[in-house]
């Protein structure tokens, strides 16, 4: 059995991705790892190169910034990098460049594709989120978050990523997926509020057009704008402490302005309760091999 990592970047200086964190959390699990890099306006290329193993492989892409419906430009360039992975290799780890698998889980991971490499029914692996939120010492615990998204799926080029890349369909139809009790640390909302709110606005224009993102004038994020957070408690992954170090804004977790809507409090009060989610979205098909 062989593992391919995959990833895409653009602009990772700019926006101050975590990209070469993501990529070394999941290099231990990989023989391989395929970087497609779009064409940026920092020095992301030397960023990517300065990584020390003979693991990564890189290759060049140019982005189709007319792509804005529903931000399909994530998913077209998803499926380039996916379909640079040779047939050789068994599964495909696919990992955004604010994500990132702390070490912890690497033995379940690792299990679970030894487990079902030979299983046709399963086609993923269902990986569990915590999404950090103004620092790193809070998570996005409301509705608003989602709990689950397939980030391991078989190589089969059948598989394509779905809509704005969060997740992978065959032909339209949700994959059949084995949940594991691993997560993944999602790093996107903690940045300086400037650069956030930059990143805000420049990300807009995937989704929107011109009008509507010129209407996005902020030039510090507002962090306290949020329903509701969680105190972060655990550890996260050992590549990510020389940056959790560095950290140069406060953020304080109770000062937020707990906006949801009484339907939203409701549901979130009895999710805190049961532990069920009603009316979860869910972009995959859970089976039990």
């Known amino acids: 059995m ?13 926006y101050d991705y975590p990209v070469m964190e993501a990529i070394r959390s999941v290099l231990p699990l990989c023989d391989k790892f395929i970087v497609l890099v779009g064409n940026s306006e920092d020095d992301t290329l030397d960023l990517i190169r300065s990584i020390d ?13 007319t792509l804005r419906e529903g931000g399909r430009v994530l998913a077209a360039e998803t ?37 079902y490499a030979e299983h046709d029914g399963v086609e993923g692996l269902l990986l569990k989120y915590l999404h950090f939120y103004g620092s790193y010492d ?14 391991v ?20 139809r949700k994959l059949q997926v084995a949940e594991i009790d691993a997560y993944v640390y999602h790093y996107g909302w903690v940045k300086d509020p400037m650069v956030q709110a930059r990143k805000n606005k420049d990300f807009n224009r995937l989704w929107h057009d011109d009008e509507y993102v010129a209407r996005i004038t902020n030039e510090i994020y507002n962090y306290s704008d949020i329903d509701a957070l969680g105190r972060f408690t655990g550890s996260h992954p050992a590549v990510m402490q020389e940056r ?44 039990k091999p």
């Open 2 to 14: 062989k593992v391919c990592g995959f990833t895409i970047i653009r602009n990772a200086v700019k």
């Open 53 to 65: 193993s003979d693991k990564v492989e890189v290759h060049h892409s140019v982005w189709d910034d």
């Open 79 to 115: 499926d380039k990098a996916f379909d640079l992975i040779g047939p050789e290799y068994t599964w495909a780890i696919y990992i955004q460049s604010d994500e990132l698998i702390h070490e912890a889980f690497h033995p379940v991971i690792s299990d679970a594709m030894h487990r």
């Open 138 to 151: 809070y998570v996005g615990t409301s509705r608003k978050w989602y709990r689950h998204e397939i980030r």
């Open 153 to 172: 799926i078989k190589n089969n080029k059948s598989i394509r990523s779905y809509k704005d890349a969060q997740g992978f369909r065959i032909d339209g």
């Open 244 to 287: 959790i170090e560095k950290k140069n804004w406060i953020f304080d977790g109770n000062k937020i302005s707990r906006r949801a809507g009484l339907k939203d409090k409701v549901l979130y009060w009895f999710e805190s309760v049961t532990g069920i989610r009603l009316f979860e979205y869910r972009n995959y098909r859970k089976i």
